[in-house]
């Protein structure tokens, strides 16, 4: 094959590539996404980044298209020469790259952990020298490979590894959205012409050559080509040579089908082994009667090179040589490579073979297809098993087996996250679902998919009808199912159809006859839900009280635990339990880490954050918040971060905040999420009354308070009341009283009667105000809701310097003020120090300190190497490697004035009232 072309100009990309590399050799990392059109010259970008690497460790890989079902192929390919570096790591790391890679049996190891153990991996084989990853035609990596390298690739920092991705746009892949990236354009017209020029021996008519440039906008592969194949039009001026990625396959799949037959057949089997091993190639090649001379034709018109390994001039080539292969022809080297596989070690590779070869239905492929699928799934590998499934489901000949092994693979796209295939193979098992349980179970997963990818106002709907219909066949899963449906109407919320609403769900589940067998904790949580909707408080919270101690205190199975855990936290919630609503919320985010589950822990790691600050730990949930975004990431969840809405609420910087909150709204409601708006609504309505800004607190509070979510509806109403009260809407403020006497109606709970009291005070006067406000102030003291006792304290102060109690007044309002500086909850704190300033006392506005200046993660970091934390403990636990830890801690270290660990631990970090 000739040379790898010279760059023609590319000035600004390889500055940028060579500034990457300048920063790997000093010790930082780097991360680069090239984008461009198939041809445009992003392979040669890459070719001067290998070249340019010298004293550097270089790992190269190329996506494969007919790869992208095989899970973590990729990955294995990129690690497999780093592989000896993993004893250095953790034994959970090792684990899960052994479990990974097949070397090692096991239960699928959790996806962040796989992916530390590669930034892991990585780090150490950067110890020795600099590591350049370079990963050609990225939008054909598996699935799970790309979640790994996109995982890694936004926590490299301070590793040495330089990370460059080439991916062919237009591409509607989002794994690798957000790494900074360069667009590759064509080439400017003065290079483009002596590109042209150059490979063109002879005159160049100039209009053609103007057009040529023009309409090949600078393609490298598109002007090369055209002076291969085009020469004499392009000398005589008298034709145009067609241009573009379609019409540069089509020349290449011309130049296939003149090779000689044999040869074209041998590029054909070349074209469907995706591993590119030389080895296997002559293995299949001999099972069908072709020889290594088969080769020389296409090495000599440069479409192959035949070595170690196989390597096509450019992807292109590769799917022109696939795609010039008949029926028959495909079948036939996808038959001669199932052959020349190893059917244990590659036993896969063989089968997936095996069913690209098939002509038609075969039951016993397709039993050994959902076998391996099993397998793959086991692993890690859930994209893999889907398209295994969904192959087995096509050679299936019995119908009844047939759709349900095509509700499995719907299943299994729907927890890979694919919900077009996910929706297309439910139509398909649709037209062929032999009894009513299958229909049942088709709407189900409709539901199912419609709440995981948009938290829409369709999928109450779906889940009810599943609901239902289930009843009669499946009286267990039709209760589950409510549950389900219960959950989404409630994320749903105000923009709900109203057949589906809450209150619809509500109304049905209890109407809905109970499971057979023992009645367990799910039902009791199923029954007390829809009490709380249609009969209210006093008549659910006995119920939800039961069903909340049998999953905190019971031995619950921990598959329940995942689909229910979100539910259990916000039955506490109604209790206004607030030791039992972080007690649940712990053991939902303990399990989903424990097991991997990410789709649950990404919910649980939301309530999470508002818990934390409820106890006025902002700085946790600023923790919280980086796990929780990167499961997102890993997930693609696109519901809205709550904990991120109430910390611009406590931040009280109203020109930031605003901004943020109306186009966290927008999207909620583009979603479809009701209850996104409820948070939006809430976190403005906070937001106001930090900043005394009445008038706004009270709309934003009362859209928050209008309709019944249960719970949330009823923690909105104290904002609604203080906000009314304020600006003067004393009817409004009475109103939500009476709604939030019958929301805290039978509970003895601290938090419901000091919420009650302080709402009851702020509509009094006299000693009757007196008594509740210092009730208000007794019972939330008693609780952990720093956050909820700082804001009594303040309108107490309030009230007391208005009644010219400066004295009293003072003691309130400092402790207020200095409860709401420790938190960071700006607003409130201004709001509280312009009171205490009314009453005489002397107060300085909250400066920023040294500590300040740390990034949240940076505190974090500090905090846990202070407590004794070891590198790698803390990388793991924040899902960065320990070497950028040790990056993190030489910044810290610089901005506390100290040098060492020791130092740090007579450093003041950051007021907390928790404990290593």
């Not at 996806?111 to 939008?139: H, K, N, T």
């Not at 995982?151 to 790494?179: C, H, K, Q, W, Y």
């Given at each position: 094959m000739e040379a790898a072309p010279v760059l023609q100009g590319r000035k600004h990309e390889r500055d940028r590539l060579d500034q990457a590399l300048r920063r790997v050799r000093s010790g930082e990392s780097a991360v680069l996404v090239l984008r461009g059109e198939a041809g445009v010259g992003k392979t040669t970008l890459l070719d001067h980044v290998e070249s340019q690497a010298a004293r550097c460790r270089v790992a190269r890989i190329t996506g494969v298209e007919s790869e992208l079902d095989l899970p973590f192929a990729a990955l294995h390919q990129l690690c497999a020469p780093m592989l000896a570096s993993a004893g250095t790591l953790p034994p959970p790391q090792q684990h899960a790259l052994d479990v990974t890679f097949g070397h090692a049996g096991?239960?699928?190891?959790?996806?962040?952990?796989?992916?530390?153990?590669?930034?892991?991996?990585?780090?150490?084989?950067?110890?020795?020298?600099?590591?350049?990853?370079?990963?050609?035609?990225?939008?054909?990596?598996?699935?799970?490979?790309?979640?790994?390298?996109?995982?890694?690739?936004?926590?490299?920092?301070?590793?040495?590894?330089?990370?460059?991705?080439?991916?062919?746009?237009?591409?509607?892949?989002?794994?690798?959205?957000?790494?900074?990236a360069l667009a590759v354009g064509g080439l400017d017209d003065a290079d483009a012409r002596a590109l042209l020029t150059a490979a063109t021996p002879g005159l160049l008519d100039a209009r053609v050559l103007d057009r040529i440039v023009a309409e090949t906008r600078g393609n490298p592969l598109a002007l090369l080509e055209l002076s291969r194949s085009g020469r004499a039009e392009l000398l005589g001026g008298f034709a145009l040579p067609a241009v573009g990625a379609d019409a540069l396959q089509d020349r290449y799949e011309q130049r296939v089908r003149a090779l000689p037959g044999p040869t074209r057949r041998l590029l054909l089997l070349a074209a469907a082994d995706p591993t590119g091993d030389a080895t296997l190639l002559w293995r299949a090649a001999q099972g069908i009667g072709l020889g290594p001379q088969m080769a020389a034709p296409a090495q000599e018109a440069q479409l192959v090179e035949i070595g170690r390994s196989v390597r096509f001039r450019h992807p292109l080539v590769r799917t022109a040589a696939y795609t010039a292969g008949s029926v028959e022809e495909r079948r036939a080297v996808h038959h001669a490579l199932a052959a020349a596989l190893d059917g244990g070690n590659d036993r896969q590779r063989r089968v997936w073979h095996l069913a690209a070869a098939a002509a038609g239905p075969d039951d016993g492929l397709a039993a050994e297809l959902a076998d391996v699928a099993r397998g793959v799934e086991s692993r890690g590998g859930i994209a893999a098993a889907a398209a295994l499934l969904r192959r087995s489901a096509e050679l299936t000949t019995d119908p009844r087996l047939g759709a349900e092994r095509t509700l499995s693979a719907a299943r299994a796209h729907l927890d890979a996250g694919d919900f077009a295939s996910t929706l297309g193979l439910l139509a398909r098992a649709e037209a062929c679902a032999v009894d009513e349980l299958q229909v049942a179970r088709i709407d189900l997963l409709r539901g199912l998919t419609d709440r995981a990818a948009h938290s829409g106002r369709e999928a109450p709907a779906a889940l009810l009808r599943a609901a239902r219909r289930l009843q009669s066949l499946d009286g267990r899963l039709a209760r589950h199912t409510f549950l389900d449906a219960w959950g989404a109407a409630l994320v749903a919320g105000g923009l709900a159809f109203l057949e589906s609403d809450l209150a619809a769900v509500s109304v049905a589940a209890r109407e809905a006859p109970p499971a057979p067998g023992e009645t367990t904790a799910a039902d009791h949580l199923l029954d007390g839900l829809a009490a709380l909707i249609t009969e209210g408080a006093a008549a659910a919270h006995p119920i939800l009280r039961e069903a909340v101690t049998g999953f905190v205190d019971d031995d619950v199975p921990r598959a329940q635990w995942l689909h229910c855990g979100v539910l259990v936290a916000n039955a506490a919630l109604s209790l206004w339990d607030y030791d039992r609503w972080e007690a649940a919320n712990a053991r939902h985010v303990e399990l989903a880490r424990a097991g991997g589950a990410l789709a649950p822990l990404a919910n649980a790691l939301n309530v999470r954050r508002v818990i934390a600050l409820w106890r006025g730990d902002v700085a946790h949930a600023r923790e919280l918040g980086t796990e929780e975004a990167t499961v997102k990431q890993v997930t693609g969840t696109r519901r809205a971060s709550y904990g991120d809405l109430f910390l611009l609420a406590y931040q009280g910087h109203a020109e930031e905040a605003l901004p943020l909150l109306a186009k966290a709204a927008e999207e909620a409601a583009a979603r479809g999420e009701g209850l996104g708006l409820y948070f939006t609504d809430r976190a403005t309505a906070l937001l106001h009354l930090g900043l005394g800004h009445y008038a706004e607190a009270a709309a934003a509070a009362g859209r928050a308070a209008t309709g019944d979510l249960g719970p949330f509806t009823a923690q909105a109403l104290p904002d609604l009341i203080e906000a009314a009260v304020r600006s003067g809407a004393i009817p409004v403020a009475e109103a939500a009283l009476v709604r939030l006497g019958a929301y805290t109606a039978g509970s003895d709970q601290d938090w419901a009667t000091g919420l009650r009291a302080r709402s009851r005070a702020l509509l009094s006067s006299g000693e009757e105000a007196d008594r509740s406000y210092a009730e208000a102030v007794d019972r939330l003291g008693r609780t952990r809701l720093t956050f909820e006792l700082a804001r009594t304290r303040l309108v107490y102060g309030e009230w007391l310097r208005r009644g010219r109690r400066r004295s009293d007044a003072r003691r309130h309002l400092k402790q207020a003020f200095e409860e709401f500086t420790r938190m960071g909850a700006d607003g409130f704190a201004e709001r509280a120090r312009h009171e205490l300033l009314a009453t005489g006392e002397k107060v300085r506005k909250r400066t920023a300190d040294t500590v300040g200046e740390l990034t949240p993660q940076e505190e974090h970091i500090a905090r846990m190497a202070k407590c004794g934390r070891t590198n790698a403990e803390i990388g793991a636990e924040l899902y960065i490697s320990a070497r950028t830890v040790e990056w993190h801690l030489s910044r810290v270290f610089g901005k506390l004035g100290i040098s060492s660990r020791k130092e740090l631990r007579h450093t003041l970090i950051h007021p907390s009232n928790r404990t290593c």
């Open positions: 096991g239960a699928a190891p959790d996806r962040l952990v796989l992916g530390l153990a590669v930034l892991g991996l990585f780090a150490e084989a950067a110890a020795e020298q600099p590591l350049v990853c370079l990963i050609d035609d990225a939008q054909w990596l598996d699935t799970a490979s790309r979640q790994v390298l996109g995982f890694v690739a936004r926590r490299l920092l301070g590793e040495s590894v330089l990370l460059v991705f080439a991916i062919r746009e237009p591409n509607p892949d989002t794994l690798l959205a957000g790494l900074p």
